[in-house]
């Protein structure tokens, strides 16, 4: 599962570089897709259906005293309206988590990572809706070709109603839309600094598990759940907690400065293919030959639909 929240891409122009402080400047990019492809399987790993909320608690409780500490002066400089509006992003935000958490919990890591890329495709469509813009032809096309992927993953083993985990990671995809989308439409956080933002956003939803984890049928206490971890769970925890959440975001904002932004996104896109080989390699998962036709498909609509979205003079 990706990080918290993307930071605000910085406006610069795509910039051809020598190739290599590209490579320099790529490398760690790509490793944080390769860290988020992963994270599906560790999230899965250690996470039961009882204990989904106490794990999410543990992971960003671990993380948030970090990025208050890294950022404090800006965050005390930020407004009543911008903490109002990085606490309803929060809210959102604790949705996806939730969502993508007990998907991953009832489906297959491989099947998570490239259902939730789904995003890519939904995002410029609901751009498409709000603004009232019509999508390019080539984009309506990988949106179908996207679309048809996941039909085919999802029935892998025969003609069936889709998994209760796949349901999931697909409304986690919508949820991420909406929340993109309310992240550049929501005024009163727009130029704010993105550490901030992203760490306002990380309290709110961890405030919103911390309460979910004190009502009745929502598993163990967190304190209960930690300390029944042995060095596995443990080094999942951190890896979810340290990697997937402040290494990438401290990378992003490292390589948006010295690339472009659209280089990062594309990078960055390639996560649900390090999704499909962590679950494969590593969690013995595996894809019949309908499956494996399926999560071509979706590779190929997600790739060729961002490539459509950003040849497309609107946008979509």
Not at 3 to 23: F, H, M
Not at 33 to 61: C, E, H, M, N
Not at 247 to 270: D, K, N
Request: hydrophobic share 55%.
């Amino acid at each position: 599962m990706a990080a918290a929240s993307s930071p605000t891409a910085v406006p610069v122009p795509d910039v051809a570089l020598p190739r290599r402080t590209a490579w320099l400047t790529d490398l760690p990019v790509l490793l944080v897709a390769v860290v988020w492809g992963a994270s599906y399987l560790a999230a899965k790993d250690i996470t039961t259906a009882q204990t989904v909320v106490p794990v999410l608690v543990l992971r960003f409780a671990i993380v948030l005293p970090v990025l208050a500490v890294l950022g404090w002066r800006k965050l005390r400089a930020l407004n009543a309206a911008q903490w109002r509006g990085a606490w309803t992003l929060g809210l959102v935000l604790s949705v996806i988590f939730l969502l993508e958490t007990y998907g991953v919990v009832h489906t297959s890591a491989t099947n998570a990572g490239l259902i939730i890329s789904l995003t890519m495709i939904f995002t410029p469509l609901a751009e498409a809706a709000v603004t009232r813009t019509m999508p390019s032809r080539a984009f309506v096309g990988a949106a179908g070709l996207s679309v048809a992927g996941v039909v085919l993953l999802t029935q892998d083993g025969g003609f069936t109603t889709p998994s209760l985990g796949d349901l999931l990671m697909l409304l986690a995809a919508l949820a991420r839309t909406a929340h993109v989308l309310a992240m550049a439409r929501v005024k009163s956080v727009r130029g704010a600094d993105a550490l901030s933002l992203t760490t306002v956003q990380l309290g709110g939803a961890v405030a919103v598990f911390a309460v979910l984890a004190t009502a009745p049928g929502t598993g163990p206490a967190p304190w209960t759940v930690a300390a029944g971890f042995g060095p596995r769970e443990w080094a999942g925890l951190v890896f979810l907690s340290v990697f997937c959440t402040l290494f990438a975001f401290f990378v992003q904002m490292w390589a948006v400065r010295r690339t472009s932004p659209s280089r990062v996104s594309l990078l960055l896109g390639t996560e649900p293919l390090w999704a499909a080989a962590a679950g494969i390699a590593i969690g013995g998962e595996r894809l019949g030959a309908v499956g494996l036709l399926g999560g071509l498909l979706v590779l190929a609509g997600t790739t060729w639909g961002r490539r459509a979205a950003t040849l497309s003079p609107s946008g979509v």
